[in-house]
């Protein structure tokens, strides 16, 4: 009988906590729908329309719900900027990857030295993104380029890379790389410091190599965090945005139109929100469908016991 008891207080507990705890999330939750969900479904809503500014009348004007989407289909300038994303986001995530994790590598051994230079390789990504596109504006920029400086001086006839069609999305993808590599080497440097000691010392005892310590225990153990750091910085890279608007705008041509680009080009320039909002609502199912397939095929790594 007293067992009885002590349950239903237990479980009479339970419930008064669940309700304290849905209580105090439901004001963050309010305030979330109110400035994520209901812009969200707004951008959707709008999607089905041909809202343009300079028509009034379109604004919940659904007579022709999918005319934005069969514009999609056939909008050969949408189609480039597709391709130049793709570009773009391939090489910065791989770069921010690679490099990320050869200096978290490098960063996690002992030494003070090293333990000093975590904090200055953190310094790309806390500065504001206009602040990095500024100063690569100046890198840039060959009559007050410290770089360019340094061709002239050596010999070198370099020309303004943000203008070269043969280096213009290049040069974007070094500065989005130099601004967002440390995201990455962040996330490994930490999941590096939680791998267990003991797999370590173990693996040296056996006889293993630092290459193969590194091959078959350090990254089979963070292939998880690598995956998730890619993930976010893919997404990222799809909404790229102060870089190109400050350094080429687009240019030259279309050479950097990346597709969130086309698409401000589109509700800002030309006044076509209805079109605007079918691209950023395609290119966000296109970002959720890719990340899925990605965990799908990749997996959330190997664990190590």
Same mark, same amino acid.
């Given at each position: 009988? !007293?067992?009885?008891?002590?349950?239903?207080?237990?479980?009479?507990?339970?419930?008064?906590?669940?309700?304290?705890?849905?209580?105090?999330?439901?004001?963050?939750?309010?305030?979330?729908?109110?400035?994520?969900?209901?812009?969200?479904?707004?951008?959707?809503?709008?999607? &089905?329309?041909?809202?343009?500014?300079?028509?009034?009348?379109?604004?919940?004007?659904?007579?022709?719900?999918?005319?934005?989407?069969?514009?999609?289909?056939?909008?050969?300038?949408?189609?480039?900027?597709?391709?130049?994303?793709?570009?773009?986001?391939?090489?910065?995530?791989?770069?921010?990857?690679?490099?990320?994790?050869?200096?978290?590598?490098?960063?996690?051994?002992?030494?003070?030295?090293?333990?000093? $230079?975590?904090?200055?390789?953190?310094?790309?990504?806390? $500065?504001?993104?206009?602040?990095?596109?500024?100063?690569?504006?100046?890198?840039?920029?060959?009559?007050?380029?410290?770089?360019?400086?340094?061709?002239?001086?050596?010999?070198?006839?370099?020309?303004?890379? !943000?203008?070269?069609?043969?280096?213009?999305?290049?040069?974007?993808?070094?500065?989005?790389?130099?601004?967002? &590599?440390?995201?990455?080497?962040?996330?490994?440097?930490?999941?590096?410091?939680?791998?267990?000691?003991?797999?370590?010392?173990?693996?040296?005892?056996?006889?293993?190599?630092?290459?193969?310590?590194?091959?078959?225990?350090?990254?089979?153990?963070?292939?998880? !965090?690598?995956?998730?750091?890619?993930?976010?910085?893919?997404?990222?890279? !799809?909404?790229?945005?102060?870089?190109?608007?400050?350094?080429?705008?687009?240019?030259?041509?279309?050479?950097?139109?990346?597709?969130?680009?086309?698409?401000?080009?589109?509700?800002?320039?030309?006044?076509? $929100?209805?079109?605007?909002?079918?691209?950023?609502?395609?290119?966000?199912?296109?970002?959720?469908?890719?990340?899925?397939?990605?965990?799908?095929?990749?997996?959330?790594?190997?664990?190590?016991?």
């Amino acid at each position: 009988m !007293i067992s009885e008891r002590l349950a239903g207080t237990a479980a009479g507990f339970a419930r008064q906590q669940h309700r304290f705890f849905a209580y105090c999330v439901a004001p963050s939750l309010a305030v979330l729908a109110v400035i994520t969900l209901l812009p969200s479904l707004y951008l959707l809503a709008t999607s &089905f329309t041909q809202l343009s500014l300079t028509r009034p009348e379109t604004l919940w004007d659904f007579s022709q719900p999918l005319e934005s989407y069969r514009q999609l289909l056939a909008d050969s300038r949408l189609h480039n900027s597709v391709w130049v994303q793709v570009k773009l986001s391939f090489w910065t995530v791989l770069l921010q990857l690679l490099i990320g994790l050869g200096l978290a590598l490098l960063l996690n051994m002992k030494s003070r030295l090293l333990e000093a $230079l975590r904090t200055v390789f953190l310094i790309p990504m806390v $500065l504001p993104p206009i602040v990095v596109a500024i100063i690569w504006k100046v890198i840039y920029t060959p009559d007050i380029s410290p770089m360019h400086g340094i061709f002239r001086a050596i010999g070198w006839n370099v020309p303004a890379l !943000i203008t070269d069609p043969n280096w213009a999305l290049t040069s974007i993808i070094i500065a989005d790389t130099w601004e967002w &590599f440390p995201f990455t080497m962040l996330m490994v440097l930490a999941a590096l410091q939680m791998i267990p000691q003991e797999l370590l010392d173990a693996a040296k005892v056996d006889g293993a190599s630092p290459w193969q310590v590194t091959r078959h225990v350090t990254l089979p153990f963070i292939t998880g !965090i690598l995956l998730v750091a890619g993930l976010f910085r893919l997404i990222d890279s !799809i909404k790229a945005f102060p870089l190109i608007f400050i350094l080429t705008d687009g240019g030259p041509g279309n050479l950097t139109e990346v597709t969130n680009y086309y698409s401000y080009l589109q509700a800002f320039n030309f006044s076509y $929100l209805g079109f605007s909002s079918a691209i950023t609502v395609a290119l966000l199912a296109a970002s959720i469908v890719l990340s899925w397939v990605i965990v799908r095929a990749v997996g959330w790594g190997v664990r190590v016991d």
